[in-house]
């Protein structure tokens, strides 16, 4: 197997279940007592989220692709960035990378498409659900039209993501929010939701919602081992 190299910390919370899934697929996958070669890096996420709310995204970009060069040089195959917002400076990250990016919305993308699904909801930070570069992405590459809450519920969304979960707080009363959330979008036309933030898995799921789901950790998490299990000679 080829070694998987993680940024994470954004928030540890979710990196954590990076951690477990990556190791639980490749189990599963092969057997016994293997586990999978990862590299991880933790940031301090107090510093990456000031970036974020001062739009500081150059420093932010700068900072995390000296961290994706660590884990190069540390010897990682590939890198996969443990947070969906920060793929706003993805382009940043991969400019000097000599290895594979895997890019959380590529795949989860190739997920929907591949479920045949035009229309999908998209829960996020306020970042990812009012930016272009996660949505446009969608757009432009893969022919999806992208709904998002209205701009109290995105509100809602975005400080629970930060407040609560990030902290490790699971609030049965945010479930029930987050479950109206989806709804309203499907009302609106939406075939599928995107858990569009790796926290959200930590509070809604599949149970949740009269329509599929597409968790965006699980998948990135999947779209690793697949690229380190297929890379094997």
């Known amino acids: 197997m080829k070694w998987i190299g993680l940024i994470g910390g954004m928030s540890w919370e979710s990196s954590a279940e990076y951690y477990r899934v990556i190791n639980q697929l490749v189990r599963t996958a092969r057997g016994g007592l293997h586990s999978a070669p990862i590299i991880l890096a933790s940031v301090d996420f107090a510093e990456i989220e ?108 975005n400080q629970v993501i930060y407040d609560e979960l990030c902290m490790g707080n699971i609030d049965p009363t945010s479930r029930a929010r987050y479950q109206a959330i ?27 919602v009269a329509v599929p789901v597409f968790d965006t950790t699980h998948i990135h998490a999947e779209a690793a081992v697949a690229y380190a299990l297929a890379a094997q000679a």
């Open 182 to 208: 989806m709804a309203g979008l499907v009302a609106r036309g939406a075939q599928g939701i995107i858990l569009g933030c790796t926290e959200i898995t930590l509070l809604v799921g599949a149970a949740d």
């Open 50 to 157: 000031a970036y974020q709310h001062n739009g500081d995204w150059e420093q932010a970009g700068s900072a995390l692709a000296q961290i994706a060069q660590r884990l190069v040089a540390a010897g990682a195959d590939c890198v996969v960035l443990c947070t969906n917002t920060m793929h706003k400076v993805a382009a940043t990250i991969t400019v000097d990378l000599p290895v594979p990016f895997i890019h959380i919305a590529d795949a989860t993308a190739e997920r929907i498409v591949a479920a045949g699904i035009t229309t999908i909801g998209l829960l996020g930070t306020r970042y990812t659900m009012e930016q272009d570069f996660y949505k446009g992405r969608l757009e432009a590459n893969y022919g999806l039209t992208v709904l998002v809450p209205d701009e109290a519920e995105r509100a809602v969304v």
